[in-house]
């Protein structure tokens, strides 16, 4: 009897292995991840990157070494946390966020510093179907939206960044039609006005707090941000920022340290 159940336990053990199902995730035209969402796969990415600053949202999460072991260890991910207004248009500002590593279809900024080459990721890992688009408001009112591309996706009425040879965070209107697009695993951002503002990108690093005297006047009404790009006060006298909660926040665009 014992022995029965040995063989019986082997049995199921071997049926879950042979159970588990693998991904080749397509970059190109996407993947139909609602059937695997929730469960754990054998999952094979391979993604083309170009030299310089590139759009990355994957159905999964990856480690700061995963992101090492795939892009190089020089590799950047920054993730938009607040919008302001400017002359031109709308001011988009990127945190560095990569010892946090890649949360499951978050879209973010990937700065390559290698030869534009496709890049291979291969791990077990659990897939997820729910998409986490990033959505922010300017002092004037403009809805900023960054959002990752599960499958091709019509450019109508939306910004891509140029991937080819950006030095810089560069986001333009792309037109619509077939052609055209983003493809899946990158990203794009819509304004709610439409597309006839400039996008100029801003990028915070991870250098010291600013104080808030050396954002903003004493007396200046301002947006206050967390670093997930959260409005937690909105309009509040720069002096009273002071008086907030201990710990990170964004104003205007610079990291402000409140003790």
Partial sequence: MKKFLIIAAMAAVTMG???QEKLTLSTYNGTNIARYD???????VSRYV?????TLSLPFSMTEQELNDAFGADCQLEKLVSVEDNAQGVTLNFMDCKAEGLQANTPYMLHFTGETATKKIMKET???DEPSAITLMTQSGE???MTGAAKHTDAEGLY??????NSEVKFVSVGGGKTNGFYATRCYIKLSSGTDKMLTARHLGKGEATSIAAVAGQDELVDVYNTAGTKVASQVRASEVNN???GLYI?????????
């Fill in 126 to 128: 659990m897939i997820a």
């Fill in 50 to 54: 170009f030299t310089g600053w590139n």
């Fill in 160 to 165: 891509g960044v140029m991937a080819r040879d």
């Fill in 251 to 259: 104003v205007k665009g610079q990291k402000i340290l409140v003790k």
């Fill in 143 to 145: 809805v900023v939206t």
């Fill in 244 to 246: 907030m909660r201990s």
């Fill in 38 to 44: 929730g469960k754990v796969c054998q999952v094979n």
């Fill in 17 to 19: 292995a042979q159970a």
